[in-house]
């Protein structure tokens, strides 16, 4: 279920930047064809609600990275990215974060999922 919600998420990223999503080490981002890893961060705590009862909680944390070879074509993007997705709210810096948002699966395990936007620029 989360490999497809990524797969939406960089077909999203992609249509609304027109930039291409990359998964590999190599930087190949120019200011004409910027380059934008997602990369997932999942995690899971357990929770003792009393001796008998707990709850299991899942997180899992997008950190996309926008890569460009300047500054100023790297936080132009981010904007255009920001203003493509209403939830995110910046923040001072070129790191934004979202405050998260919860849902429960089908288990009814609650999946906390936070976004977070980088911005890597050349020298």
């Not at 995690?43 to 926008?66: C, E, G, P, R």
């Amino acid at each position: 279920m989360i490999l497809k919600e990524l797969d939406e998420l960089e077909r999203f990223i992609q249509i609304k930047t027109a930039c291409r999503t990359s998964f590999g080490d190599e930087d190949l981002a120019t200011d004409d064809l910027p380059c934008i890893k997602i990369i997932p961060v999942p995690s899971f705590a357990v929770n003792m609600i009393s001796k008998n009862d707990y709850d299991v909680q899942y997180t899992l944390q997008l950190q996309i990275v926008v890569q460009r070879k300047s500054e100023k074509t790297a936080i132009a993007l981010l904007e255009k990215l920001l203003t493509s997705l209403p939830d995110f709210h910046p923040e001072k810096g070129h790191v934004i974060s979202n405050s998260g948002s919860a849902n429960y699966d089908q288990n009814n395990y609650l999946i906390n999922t936070f976004f977070s936007i980088k911005v890597i620029t050349g020298d």
